[in-house]
């Protein structure tokens, strides 16, 4: 299977905290050599949204703007599984959320392929 898998959405109140986990493939993993994976989500009515995103062999991560300080992206090599820790949610969180596969470009940057069906996540005030 080459598409991610996503899972752990749900309903939360806000302030409450909760985790997503994305299981992908050794086959896609080995597919690249600079494997990364991302996190993205769309919320109705609003254009779809970058999260962040991790390098898989080195593990390094970058987030947007909007998720800094809140939202924590890792992943375990072992279980071939990307996470996503959300903690502080606010209602404006709620949204469909995604995991992504693809690589880092040479010259920089993250290239996604494959994506996952999406998990729900609704935070209730």
């Known amino acids: 299977q080459v598409q991610p898998v996503e899972s752990g959405g749900g309903l939360v109140q806000a302030g409450g905290s909760l985790r997503l986990s994305c299981a992908t493939s050794p086959r896609t993993v080995s597919t690249y050599a600079t494997y990364a994976m991302g996190w993205f989500r769309q919320a109705p009515g609003k254009e779809h949204e970058s999260i962040g995103g991790i390098s898989w062999r080195s593990g390094s991560t970058y987030y947007a703007d909007s998720a800094k300080g809140r939202f924590t992206i890792s992943r375990d090599n072992a279980k071939n599984t990307l996470y996503l820790q959300m903690n502080s949610l606010k209602p404006e969180d709620t949204a469909v959320y995604y995991c992504?596969?693809?690589?880092?470009?040479?010259?920089?940057?993250?290239?996604?392929?494959?994506w996952g069906q999406g998990t729900q996540v609704t935070v209730s005030s």
């Open positions: 992504a596969a693809g690589r880092v470009r040479t010259g920089g940057g993250y290239e996604y392929d494959y």
